[in-house]
């Protein structure tokens, strides 16, 4: 019972944080002639026939900005996150070989070629 409870609350927050926009828009279109008295902007300026539409614009518009700010704020996080905290030094070791060849080639060295390349033998 107590985890299909946690998994409904947190369906429910999941839902309501992506659908925030309809959330704003069903409370002004279940408030709007309370909007259109009280909280509209333009009620000095009847011809506009506004009705609240101005401050449905004005909320939608804070919300839109808060989330564009949380996504550069997570995004800065993951930025963050890749990048070490530190000064990072690297310390790059060069090794030098030298490579000594004999001056003439030893005899029968084609004898030891046929003893490495060879066609594959079937078992």
Not at 18 to 44: D, H, M, T, V
Not at 96 to 120: D, G, K, M
């Amino acid at each position: 019972m107590l985890n299909r409870l946690i998994a409904v609350i947190l369906l429910v927050t999941l839902v309501g944080a992506n659908l925030s926009r309809f959330i704003i828009f069903a409370g002004f279109e279940a408030n709007q002639k309370f909007i259109a008295a009280n909280l509209c902007e333009n009620k000095s300026r009847p011809w506009m026939h506004c009705n609240g539409h101005c401050y449905l614009m004005k909320k939608l518009k804070q919300t839109e900005d808060k989330e564009k700010k949380q996504e550069r704020a997570e995004q800065k996080n993951r930025y963050q996150e890749v990048l070490p905290g530190e000064k990072l030094t690297l310390a790059v070791r060069i090794s030098v070989f030298r490579i000594t060849y004999p001056e003439c080639l030893p005899q029968n060295t084609i004898q030891r070629s046929f003893a490495i390349f060879h066609p594959p033998q079937l078992v």
